[in-house]
C-alpha cells in the first residue's frame, strides 16, 4: 500500500503539526498507510509540547513532485554481466525491450547493452576470441560436459577444417586456444598434449579414452556438441560475456529520486528510448524507456489547516490529493477527482479531528489527546480568541480531564515557551508564522507572533520595518502587515509596510496610523484581520 503524507502549512504551527500527527494515528487505525510530515522548521512553542507528551517531531517533506521513483518503469529488469550474449539477446526479445541495464555480482549498474549494439559488434567485432563461463558455452551449443577445469574459459578459437598432416606440421596449439574439431583423433591427441584450454568435439566425433586421460592429466577442459562444425563456429562467439562487446554506446543513467519534469527535459534532448534507473550505492533499479511511460503513482496527499496552495508543498500540483481538513475560508486548492473536504467554523482543525475520533469510535492516547488539547488551545489563545466555538471549549474540556490537565495553567507554561525571541533575527521571527494570502492580482502577507513580552519586538522597531520593506520588493507582495500579538491584552501591535498604509489608514479612518499601533481584541489572524484586509484592496 503506498503511503500517504499528512502535513499542515508551510510555517508550522501548534495546530498544523499537531493535527497532522493527530490524523495520521486515526487513519492508520482505520487501515490506511500514512505518516505526519511537516514542511518546515518546528517553532519553540511546538517543540515544547511534543517534548510535555514525548512524541518525536514528524519529518520535514521537502516536496512532492513526481520523481522516477514513482513511476511504473521496468522494475528490477537487468542482467549479469556475464550473460551470454545469447542470452541477452533471447532475454530482450522475451521481454520486448531494445536495450538492458547489466549489473555485476552486487546488482551495481556497469553498462547498458543494446540490440543495435549487439548487431553492431557482431558484424564488425573480434570473433575469434573467447570470454566467457564454461556454463555460458554448455548452453550455447547445447553441449554436455565431458571434462571440465576451470569455470572461466579465455583464449582463441580455432576449427580444424584444415588436413590432419597440415595441422600437425604448420600450426603450433598453445595452452589459451580453444579448439572446435571432430573423429580427428591425431588432432585431438596434439591437442591435449599441447594442454589446450578447451577442446569441443562436435557432430559425431567423440574422445578416446586415451586421449581423456592425457587432458585429465595436463587439465584440458572438454565438452561434446551434437552441432556440426559449422554450426558451432558460427554460434560459439555468442557464448562470450556480455560485458565483452564493446558497443562504444554512452548509457545516461539516472537516479531513482530524479524529479520527472527534469527527466523529460533531459531525455528530449539526448533522444535516446533505453535509460538505466541507479539507486544508492550504484545499485540498478531497473530501465525506463521513454516510449512506454504511461502510469504514475502520484504521491498521495492529506492536507491538514490549510488549503490554499501558496501555503502548502513544493510540486502539490504533480500529488494526488485524497482529503482536505480544515477550518479556514475554501482557498486554490483544486483537484481532478471527487476527494472527501471537510472544512468546519472552529477555532481549530484538532476540534474537528477530535469529532472524526467521535465518528469512527477509534479511542484516542492520552498522548494525541495531549496534542490535539495543546493545538485547540494554541489557535483559540486558550480559547479567548474570537475564533472560538462551544464545540472548541467541550474538545477542550473533555481531552483536560481525560489527562488531568489545568488547561489554563499549560496554556500559560506553552505560551511562554514559545513566545521566547531569545536567539531569533528580526528575519527569523517575521518568517516564524506568514501567510500569503491573494485577491485578484493583489498578493500580501500578515505574519503573526503570540508574546507575553510585546516590547521585546517593538524595541527594535527600526529593523523589523527594514525585514518587512525587504521581503515586500523580494517577493513582490503588494504589501505585509505584522502582528505582535499580546497574549496578556489580548490585542495586536502593528508593524506594516509603506504600501499598506492607505489601506489602514482607510480600515481605521485615521490620517496616520503609526508604526506600533496597538487594537483591542485584534488576535485572530484569519478571522479578524485577512477579511478586513482583503475588503480594502479594490
Not at 589459451?176 to 589446450?196: C, Q, W
Not at 484586509?533 to 479594490?538: A, E, K, S, V, Y
Given at each position: 500500500?503506498?503511503?500517504?503524507?499528512?502535513?499542515?502549512?508551510?510555517?508550522?504551527?501548534t495546530?498544523?503539526?499537531?493535527?497532522?500527527?493527530?490524523?495520521?494515528?486515526?487513519k492508520?487505525?482505520?487501515?490506511?498507510?500514512?505518516?505526519?510530515?511537516?514542511?518546515?522548521?518546528?517553532?519553540?512553542?511546538?517543540?515544547?509540547?511534543?517534548?510535555?507528551?514525548?512524541?518525536?517531531?514528524?519529518?520535514?517533506?521537502?516536496d512532492?513532485?513526481?520523481?522516477?521513483?514513482?513511476?511504473?518503469?521496468?522494475?528490477?529488469?537487468?542482467?549479469?554481466e556475464?550473460?551470454?550474449?545469447?542470452?541477452?539477446?533471447?532475454?530482450?526479445?522475451?521481454?520486448?525491450?531494445?536495450?538492458?541495464?547489466?549489473?555485476?555480482?552486487?546488482?551495481?549498474?556497469?553498462?547498458?547493452?543494446?540490440?543495435?549494439?549487439?548487431?553492431?559488434?557482431?558484424?564488425?567485432?573480434?570473433?575469434?576470441?573467447?570470454?566467457?563461463?564454461?556454463?555460458?558455452?554448455?548452453?550455447?551449443?547445447?553441449?554436455?560436459?565431458?571434462?571440465?577445469?576451470?569455470?572461466?574459459?579465455?583464449?582463441?578459437?580455432?576449427a580444424?577444417?584444415?588436413?590432419?598432416t597440415?595441422?600437425?606440421?604448420?600450426?603450433?596449439?598453445?595452452?589459451?586456444?580453444?579448439?572446435?574439431?571432430?573423429?580427428?583423433?591425431?588432432?585431438?591427441?596434439?591437442?591435449?598434449?599441447?594442454?589446450?584450454?578447451?577442446?569441443?568435439?562436435v557432430g559425431?566425433?567423440?574422445?578416446?579414452?586415451?586421449?581423456?586421460?592425457i587432458?585429465k592429466?595436463?587439465?584440458?577442459?572438454?565438452?561434446?556438441t551434437?552441432?556440426?562444425?559449422?554450426?558451432?563456429?558460427?554460434?560459439?562467439?555468442?557464448?562470450?560475456?556480455?560485458?565483452?562487446?564493446?558497443?562504444?554506446?554512452?548509457?545516461?543513467?539516472?537516479e531513482?529520486?530524479?524529479?520527472?519534469?527534469?527527466?523529460?527535459?533531459?531525455?528530449?534532448?539526448?533522444?535516446?528510448?533505453?535509460?538505466?534507473?541507479?539507486?544508492?550505492?550504484?545499485?540498478?533499479?531497473?530501465?525506463?524507456?521513454?516510449?512506454?511511460?504511461?502510469?504514475?503513482?502520484?504521491?498521495?496527499?492529506?492536507?491538514?489547516?490549510?488549503?490554499?496552495?501558496?501555503?502548502?508543498?513544493?510540486?502539490?500540483?504533480?500529488?494526488?490529493?485524497?482529503?482536505?481538513?480544515?477550518?479556514?475560508?475554501?482557498?486554490?486548492?483544486?483537484?481532478?477527482?471527487p476527494?472527501?473536504?471537510?472544512?468546519?467554523?472552529?477555532?481549530?482543525?484538532?476540534?474537528?479531528?477530535?469529532?472524526?475520533?467521535?465518528?469512527?469510535?477509534?479511542e484516542?492516547?492520552?498522548?494525541?489527546?495531549?496534542l490535539?488539547?495543546?493545538?485547540?488551545?494554541?489557535?483559540?489563545?486558550?480559547?479567548?480568541?474570537?475564533?472560538?466555538?462551544?464545540?472548541d471549549?467541550?474538545?477542550?474540556?473533555?481531552?483536560?480531564?481525560?489527562?488531568?490537565?489545568?488547561?489554563?495553567?499549560?496554556?500559560m507554561?506553552?505560551?511562554?515557551?514559545?513566545s521566547?525571541l531569545?536567539?531569533?533575527?528580526?528575519?527569523?521571527?517575521?518568517?516564524?508564522?506568514?501567510?500569503?494570502?491573494?485577491?485578484?492580482?493583489?498578493?500580501?502577507?500578515?505574519?503573526?507572533?503570540?508574546?507575553?513580552?510585546?516590547?521585546?519586538?517593538?524595541?527594535k522597531?527600526?529593523?523589523?520595518?527594514?525585514?518587512?520593506?525587504?521581503?515586500?520588493?523580494?517577493?513582490?507582495?503588494?504589501?505585509?502587515?505584522?502582528?505582535?500579538t499580546?497574549?496578556?491584552r489580548?490585542?495586536?501591535?502593528?508593524?506594516?509596510?509603506?504600501?499598506?498604509?492607505?489601506?489602514?489608514?482607510?480600515?481605521?479612518?485615521?490620517?496616520?496610523?503609526?508604526?506600533?499601533?496597538?487594537?483591542?481584541?485584534?488576535?485572530?489572524?484569519?478571522?479578524?484581520?485577512?477579511?478586513l484586509?482583503?475588503?480594502?484592496?479594490?
Open positions: 500500500m503506498n503511503k500517504i503524507y499528512i502535513f499542515g502549512h508551510q510555517k508550522p504551527d495546530d498544523s503539526v499537531t493535527s497532522a500527527i493527530a490524523l495520521s494515528y486515526l492508520n487505525q482505520l487501515g490506511l498507510n500514512t505518516e505526519p510530515r511537516v514542511l518546515g522548521d518546528i517553532a519553540k512553542e511546538t517543540s515544547f509540547v511534543l517534548d510535555y507528551f514525548g512524541v518525536k517531531a514528524p519529518a520535514v517533506l521537502n512532492v513532485k513526481l520523481q522516477l521513483k514513482d513511476l511504473n518503469y521496468h522494475k528490477n529488469l537487468f542482467l549479469d556475464c550473460a551470454s550474449i545469447k542470452e541477452t539477446y533471447d532475454f530482450m526479445l522475451e521481454k520486448g525491450i531494445t536495450g538492458v541495464p547489466l549489473v555485476n555480482s552486487k546488482k551495481k549498474f556497469t553498462g547498458l547493452i543494446t540490440l543495435k549494439g549487439i548487431i553492431k559488434s557482431l558484424i564488425s567485432g573480434d570473433t575469434d576470441t573467447l570470454d566467457t563461463s564454461y556454463d555460458n558455452i554448455l548452453k550455447v551449443l547445447d553441449g554436455k560436459e565431458i571434462l571440465r577445469f576451470d569455470d572461466e574459459i579465455k583464449g582463441s578459437i580455432m580444424a577444417a584444415y588436413r590432419s597440415t595441422i600437425l606440421n604448420t600450426i603450433s596449439l598453445k595452452e589459451d586456444d580453444i579448439l572446435i574439431v571432430g573423429d580427428r583423433h591425431s588432432i585431438i591427441e596434439y591437442a591435449v598434449e599441447s594442454r589446450v584450454k578447451l577442446i569441443i568435439v559425431e566425433g567423440y574422445i578416446k579414452e586415451e586421449h581423456l586421460e587432458a592429466k595436463n587439465h584440458v577442459n572438454v565438452i561434446y551434437a552441432k556440426s562444425t559449422f554450426h558451432t563456429a558460427k554460434s560459439i562467439g555468442l557464448s562470450n560475456y556480455i560485458r565483452t562487446l564493446n558497443t562504444n554506446d554512452r548509457p545516461y543513467t539516472f531513482e529520486d530524479y524529479y520527472y519534469d527534469d527527466f523529460l527535459m533531459k531525455t528530449s534532448k539526448l533522444k535516446h528510448n533505453n535509460y538505466p534507473i541507479i539507486g544508492r550505492g550504484g545499485i540498478c533499479k531497473g530501465l525506463i524507456r521513454i516510449t512506454e511511460i504511461t502510469e504514475k503513482n502520484r504521491k498521495k496527499v492529506i492536507l491538514v489547516d490549510h488549503n490554499e496552495a501558496e501555503q502548502s508543498v513544493d510540486g502539490l500540483e504533480e500529488a494526488e490529493i485524497i482529503e482536505v481538513v480544515d477550518h479556514h475560508k475554501v482557498g486554490s486548492i483544486s483537484t481532478n477527482n476527494i472527501d473536504f471537510r472544512i468546519m467554523t472552529v477555532g481549530c482543525t484538532n476540534t474537528i479531528i477530535h469529532k472524526m475520533y467521535k465518528e469512527n469510535h477509534i484516542i492516547p492520552n498522548q494525541i489527546a495531549g490535539m488539547l495543546s493545538g485547540i488551545l494554541s489557535d483559540t489563545l486558550a480559547l479567548t480568541s474570537p475564533t472560538t466555538t462551544d464545540l471549549r467541550e474538545v477542550v474540556n473533555e481531552l483536560s480531564t481525560k489527562l488531568g490537565i489545568d488547561y489554563n495553567q499549560y496554556a507554561e506553552m505560551f511562554k515557551a514559545g521566547s531569545k536567539g531569533k533575527t528580526e528575519e527569523e521571527v517575521i518568517n516564524t508564522d506568514i501567510k500569503l494570502f491573494q485577491k485578484e492580482d493583489s498578493r500580501f502577507a500578515v505574519s503573526q507572533i503570540f508574546t507575553l513580552n510585546y516590547e521585546e519586538v517593538l524595541e522597531k527600526e529593523k523589523y520595518l527594514e525585514v518587512i520593506e525587504h521581503i515586500v520588493k523580494d517577493k513582490e507582495y503588494r504589501f505585509v502587515v505584522f502582528l505582535i499580546d497574549i496578556i489580548n490585542g495586536s501591535y502593528l508593524l506594516y509596510s509603506s504600501e499598506a498604509t492607505e489601506i489602514l489608514e482607510t480600515l481605521f479612518e485615521m490620517e496616520e496610523v503609526p508604526q506600533g499601533y496597538y487594537v483591542d481584541g485584534w488576535v485572530s489572524r484569519k478571522k479578524q484581520v485577512v477579511p484586509l482583503m475588503d480594502m484592496i479594490h
